[in-house]
């Protein structure tokens, strides 16, 4: 009897073992999003906060639109879903995850109309 518990318990740690780690290879961590940005630098004019300037390859642009989605379009999407106040923080810092919840996820290259 005593042979039968002990087979019993070692089944059950067992068990439990590769349960446990069964579900943490089902479940990896979520991947952070990628932070990553077209430009070498960003401004907002004083005069005009709805338009952005960027910095490429040392000559700065105003920008129109990041890979089809318009400037205006990424702002709104920004003010609507955080906050007006975070408007150029997430704009400069955060594109790749404002455009991918979007639902346009940008590519390895983007194009950038100015």
């Known amino acids: 009897m005593d042979h039968l518990i002990r087979s019993l318990a070692l089944c059950l740690v067992w ?4 349960t446990v780690g069964a579900k943490a290879q089902e479940a990896p ?13 960003i401004e907002w004019p004083a ?4 338009k952005v300037r960027v910095l490429v390859e040392k000559s ?3 920008l129109e639109a990041v890979d089809g989605v318009e400037v205006e379009k990424i702002t ?3 003010a609507k879903h955080w906050s007006r106040g975070l408007i150029q923080k997430r ?5 790749v995850e404002v455009m991918t919840k979007m639902g346009h996820s940008p ?6 109309r100015v």
Request: proline letters at 8%; aromatic letters at 14%.
């Open 76 to 78: 709104a999407f920004i």
């Open 107 to 112: 590519k390895a290259t983007v194009t950038l």
């Open 60 to 62: 700065w642009w105003n």
């Open 29 to 41: 961590p979520a991947a952070a999003p990628q932070k990553s940005a077209p430009f070498d630098a």
């Open 91 to 95: 704009f400069a810092e955060d594109l």
């Open 47 to 50: 005069d005009d906060a709805a």
């Open 15 to 18: 068990a439990m073992l590769t």
